[in-house]
């Protein structure tokens, strides 16, 4: 993939890079996307957005913790990979650099990424819905530990944000003045589909940010942006490094 001259020329250039990944910077790192080759992830008969959803909380909140559970299993192995690596060194490389995910894994502050803001939670930790405290959990306690909050004895929810549920208080508003304030925009990985998270890239480009995507596939995004840099985020992401 021929990384184009000008936008050689944009990142010698820019101070200021937000970054918004999804699922698809993790892919190379073995966790599965939710929506790969058009086909929604489905757990025991129900589709992710049923088992996935506040709704499900109320009715059966021991099968929500079991597939969270499941998915805490299968990411405890996984490890950071190239596009992960990247994005934490460019932290120190921009004079402002804000990294936006949608991902619950982990996979970038593993990579040494700081200050992330999380949209969707971080599946290593549970939280309490009454008094709000939050309790890390290590990979190895699945099915998790603990299960009621220590302060209220209420029982605790992943801290993942469900369909149905508000964002974290504070993490949109945030993501959206870095999204309006930057030179160039990056969306990785993501099928730009659930929203709030996929409107970052019209206030970016409202704002005149240059906005670049990296995805192997067509996205409903790819029309709108600047560039669409068609690839595997791990090979594209150590190239655009190199032209810092
Ligand atoms: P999706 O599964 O919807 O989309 C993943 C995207 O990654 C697709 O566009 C793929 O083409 C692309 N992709 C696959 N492999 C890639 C690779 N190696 N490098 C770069 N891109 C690759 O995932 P998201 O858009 O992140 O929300 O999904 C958004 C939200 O939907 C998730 O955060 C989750 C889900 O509901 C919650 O859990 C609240």
């Known amino acids: 993939m021929q990384i184009s001259s000008a936008l050689k020329q944009k990142f010698k250039e820019a101070k200021s890079v937000c970054v918004l990944t999804g699922a698809g910077i993790s892919a190379e790192s073995g966790i599965p996307t939710f929506r790969g080759g058009g086909e929604s992830v489905v757990w025991k008969g129900m589709p992710f957005e049923q088992i996935s959803s506040a709704r499900m909380v109320k009715e059966d909140l021991d099968a929500v913790w079991e597939w969270f559970d499941y998915r805490r299993g299968l990411y405890k192995d996984c490890l950071p990979n190239p596009a992960h690596t990247v994005l934490a060194e460019w932290q120190e490389r921009f004079e402002d650099f804000t990294l936006v995910t949608q991902n619950v894994d982990g996979l970038h502050e593993r990579a040494g990424s700081e200050n992330v803001i999380e949209l969707h939670g971080n599946i290593n930790h549970a939280k309490c819905e009454n008094c709000e405290t939050i309790y890390k959990m290590d990979a190895e306690d699945v099915p998790h530990q603990p299960t009621l909050c220590k302060n209220c004895q209420t029982k605790l929810h992943p801290n993942v944000v469900l369909f149905g549920e508000m964002l974290p208080v504070g993490s949109f508003e945030k993501a959206t003045l870095k999204a309006a304030n930057c030179d160039i925009f990056l969306i990785?990985?993501?099928?730009?589909?659930?929203?709030?998270?996929?409107?970052?890239t019209e206030i970016a480009k409202s704002n005149g940010a240059y906005l670049i995507e990296v995805n192997p596939e067509e996205t409903p995004l790819s029309d709108y942006?600047?560039?669409?840099l068609r690839g595997k985020a791990g090979e594209i992401l150590p190239q655009l490094g190199y032209y810092l």
């Open 225 to 228: 942006c600047d560039e669409s």
């Open 188 to 200: 990785i990985g993501t099928s730009a589909l659930v929203y709030p998270a996929a409107g970052l």
